[in-house]
């Protein structure tokens, strides 16, 4: 018999090594030849294994440089991660060289009246005092105090000068800033980085959101950005802020969007994009960029304990900026809808004593006599959830989609009106902010109470009087309001931790008025029978009138 020799020729053991050799190589200059083996961080002596490919600013791909392929070691990428160039760390300096030249100093020169005391909002508080006693003209001198005369008379008025930040969008000479950067300037300077210095006079501001426009004339080269879409921003894309903090004209800043939609408290027109790329004083009325150098916001606010940045920083969206400045190119001023109701968002509360599916909407506290809402049908306890089809998500949402309407143009709404979903159909009027606040009662004087008589204690923690003309006189209750007044509130209720004080006047529970505190124990009651855990009150109080859900006990 014959023993074959493993390493011979014609032995299928050496054919199959010669097949698994030759497939390793062929895997392995694959390899090579796509780029999928790296060696060295540092690339020497691998330049031909791994190719490059790199993007001047103006070929970057439309979707600029927000998404970064994810790679792994056994992926080779269609192109490189964005986020480097020839192995070097991430860079600005291409988009800020691009924008830099279209971001101007705003220089206002302001005039106020003598004797006034200028810049005391930077004094803490205690000294002012001191500062205005002995600060006189703000020049360090003695004022003339009480008894020292004058009180004031045939002084000259201070000058002052103020600087922020804007942005050119028009090569005309069209500027974008902030409202409280030009408010009240007597004269208007912008400086280009180039050096050059121009004249401006105001085109139109709108105080509601913040927004100025302002133009310099007999130019028609002026470099420009261009307002980009800040709906396509998410939580962590990259920003980058140019402006003239404490007057460093040119300085630049990066960080990344923090949050979408914030509300700050500083009106009902808009959601501001929450920064933490540094901006402080002077960056006002400065352009927020994202990566393909588009102006995606405005820089408006910080939040601050010091006044200085701490990360925290707000810009106007884009697109609220676009709608504001085309209105008051077109015309000097803002024009918006009005409909004529004083409306609330709907808490799970609120929802639940109305027996709604979720808290989604805003509902109507009152409705403005002879108002558009008047005459569509409104109703006081609609919760208004669509707007043309769109969704209403909470007061805010409604008063900005009604804000955005045109005088005479008709709006349909869909309300839910006592468990019923229905449409109603409204001929937008133009807002005038006398009339829309026409519907709000004057603030009273309730300092002086009197004692608490004739009142009735409710279970839900507190004590209800019926209005009458004592009771009026009392609590300073107009005599257009009815309904039960409120004379005291346990501290440790429910009632107490939602607001209620005494003088409040609860006009209604549920869809029902209410004319004594018998019929608040009835609505409660009703309430149980029907299984539900809250009541909702309407409430007149300082503010107007508001709805305030209550739970009710059990039993």
Excluded at 313 to 337: C, E, M, W, Y
């Amino acid at each position: 018999m014959m023993t074959e020799n493993p390493h011979t020729k014609s032995s299928p053991t050496s054919k199959r090594n010669l097949r698994l050799g030759v497939a390793v190589l062929a895997v392995a200059a694959l390899s090579f030849g796509v780029g999928g083996i790296v060696f060295s961080h540092e690339g020497s002596g691998s330049e031909g294994f791994v190719p490059r490919q790199t993007f001047s600013y103006t070929q970057l791909p439309e979707e600029g440089l927000r998404a970064v392929a994810a790679v792994t070691g056994r992926q080779a990428p269609a192109t490189p991660p964005r986020l480097l160039d020839q192995g070097s760390p991430f860079s600005f300096a291409d988009l800020v060289e691009h924008v830099s030249p279209a971001v101007v100093t705003v220089v206002v020169d302001r005039e106020s009246a003598g004797g006034q005391m200028t810049g005391l909002d930077d004094v803490p508080a205690p000294f002012r005092d001191f500062f205005r006693q002995f600060g006189g003209d703000g020049q360090g001198g003695q004022g003339q105090g009480p008894g020292r005369g004058g009180q004031g008379r045939n002084r000259p008025m201070q000058k002052s000068q103020a600087m922020g930040s804007g942005f050119i969008i028009d090569p005309t000479g069209y500027i974008v800033t902030n409202n409280h950067v030009v408010e009240e300037g007597k004269k208007i300077s912008v400086k280009l980085p180039s050096g050059r210095e121009y004249e401006a006079h105001l085109i139109g501001a709108d105080k509601d959101t913040d927004v100025a426009l302002i133009k310099v004339d007999g130019v028609k080269d002026m470099p420009i950005v261009a307002l980009g879409d800040d709906r396509r921003l998410r939580v962590g894309d990259w920003v980058v802020a140019v402006g003239n903090p404490f007057g460093l004209g040119g300085t630049v800043t990066a960080g990344i969007v923090s949050s979408i939609g914030r509300d700050i408290g500083n009106g009902p027109y808009t959601d501001y994009i929450q920064i933490d790329a540094p901006i402080n004083q002077g960056n006002s009325g400065g352009p927020t960029f994202d990566l393909s150098g588009r102006v995606v916001g405005m820089n408006t606010a910080i939040f601050s304990p010091s006044g200085g940045s701490v990360g925290i920083g707000f810009a106007i969206p884009a697109s609220t900026v676009r709608s504001i400045v085309d209105q008051l190119k077109d015309h000097g001023n803002v024009s918006r809808g009005y409909l004529g109701v004083q409306i609330q968002s709907l808490t799970p509360d609120m929802a639940a004593s109305l027996g709604a599916g979720n808290a989604k909407g805003a509902i109507v506290a009152n409705v403005v006599d002879d108002s558009p809402a008047a005459k569509a049908g409104f109703k006081q306890g609609d919760v208004v959830v669509g707007l043309n089809g769109s969704d209403i998500d909470d007061s805010r949402d409604l008063t900005r989609k009604v804000a955005g309407l045109r005088a005479g143009e008709k709006a349909e709404f869909s309300v839910l009106r006592e468990g019923q979903k229905r449409n109603v159909t409204a001929v937008i009027a133009k807002k005038d902010e006398q009339v829309a606040s026409a519907d709000r009662p004057s603030p009273s004087n309730r300092a002086d109470r009197g004692a608490n008589r004739q009142a009735s204690t409710t279970s839900l923690g507190m004590e209800l009087m019926p209005l009458n003309a004592e009771t009026r006189e009392q609590f300073n209750v107009d005599e257009k309001i009815n309904g039960v007044v409120v004379s005291s509130v346990d501290a440790s209720s429910e009632a107490a931790d939602k607001g209620f004080h005494p003088g409040d006047v609860i006009v209604g529970i549920g869809n029902k008025n209410v004319r004594n505190p018998a019929d608040i124990e009835q609505g409660v009651a009703e309430a149980k029978k029907s299984g539900r855990e809250t009541v909702l009150l309407l409430v007149a109080g300082d503010s107007g009138q508001h709805y305030v859900a209550l739970k009710v006990a059990k039993g």
